[in-house]
């Protein structure tokens, strides 16, 4: 079936309106027409070819969110007329180690919901910046906040178990002190989903402006990093740093900060290697560096489920189909809060 969609045929043209073909749902598939999808940063590096390996036409997308509209014959758990999401992946080998600890985005063989090989036409997965998608049943999350915070949903999908995924693992909660390094799509995420565990948060930025922001999030102090003495006040106070930063900055600057045994996490992904840290400032305090990378498809699920129960949602700005360009270069310099959403009801035009 032919669907509407905005991508790009190459990776210096502009995302452009194209039409695209969506196979007809299995025995375990589950349709989905798509209201919103979220727009992160890594969908402007893949399409924009940036990153090694892009795939054209393509078709970015996976913060995803809408109803379902057909299931295969064997589909039990999901009905037509289910809100439901889909983030970053939509198929993986189904049976190694981390997929059978519920840890698929691990998985060697993962399938990403955009830019990954598959049987489907054109050879690739196509992402949500399109009308519907059709995914296995296994990769469809159901969605329990109500239908008027839909858009503010699909940030979830990846901002929200990009960050809930490493609190969760390294326990953050009352009487643990986060810190959060950055405060964009992925950062003020961080500070809402700390604070609802119970955690004390400080929220870091180099930008004064943004303190009232943060705090507004959440944070119960923010630290302007450009600032040595409110950096130096902070040393050996936190458990836990979520850094969500995606450019190459001094990694010793947030890791001094950190206590015996703390770690600090590193989830953003900058387009070249950090400065590398300072062991002693590691071994001194048997401190660690680590990373994360979004959650297996339960772990994903317990997150929507805790955001509703908590009601927690993305900051979002609705945007048109066609503005996904100029959303771009406003992304490009920080000129949202804190996500873009595109309503999947104008790629028709």
């Known amino acids: 079936m032919t669907v509407k969609a905005y991508g790009a045929y190459a990776g210096d043209k502009p995302l452009e309106s194209m039409d695209i073909t969506r196979r007809a749902p299995g025995d375990h598939d589950v349709q989905i027409e798509i209201a919103y999808c979220g727009v992160c940063h890594s969908d402007l590096h893949q399409v924009r070819a940036e990153w090694q390996g892009t795939l054209f036409p393509c078709v970015p997308g996976h913060e995803i969110v809408g109803r379902v509209s057909a299931v295969g014959e064997h589909v039990s758990d999901f009905r037509i007329g289910d809100l439901v999401g889909v983030g970053c992946l939509v198929d993986s080998c189904r049976h190694c180690e981390e997929c059978e600890a519920g840890q698929e985005n691990y998985c060697d063989n993962m399938v990403g919901t955009y830019n990954f090989p598959t049987a489907d036409h054109p050879g690739h997965t196509l992402g949500g910046y399109s009308q519907r998608i059709v995914v296995n049943e296994r990769f469809v999350l159901r969605v329990r906040h109500p239908e008027e915070h ?200």
């Open 150 to 349: 839909l858009a503010a949903v699909a940030p979830l999908l990846c901002a929200g178990i990009t960050t809930y995924s490493p609190l969760r693992h390294w326990n953050a909660g009352p009487g643990k002190s986060v810190g959060v390094v950055g405060i964009g799509g992925l950062g003020h995420m961080g500070i809402k989903l700390a604070k609802a565990m119970g955690a004390r948060v400080v929220a870091f930025t180099t930008s004064e402006s943004k303190r009232r922001n943060a705090l507004a999030l959440g944070a119960d102090e923010v630290v302007v990093s450009r600032e040595a003495g409110a950096m130096a006040a902070q040393a050996k106070s936190l458990d836990l740093i979520i850094n969500t930063v995606a450019v190459p900055h001094d990694l010793d600057a947030f890791t001094a900060l950190l206590k015996r045994d703390g770690t600090m996490v590193l989830v953003g992904v900058p387009a070249s290697p950090h400065p590398s840290p300072q062991v002693f400032n590691l071994i001194g305090k048997r401190r660690a560096i680590a990373g994360s990378m979004i959650g297996g498809i339960p772990e994903t699920q317990e997150m929507l489920d805790f955001c509703a129960e908590h009601g927690i949602v993305a900051d979002i700005e609705l945007i048109r189909a066609e503005e996904i360009n100029h959303a771009y270069e406003r992304m490009l310099k920080g000129d949202v809060k804190y996500r873009f959403v595109i309503d999947s009801a104008t790629l028709a035009g």
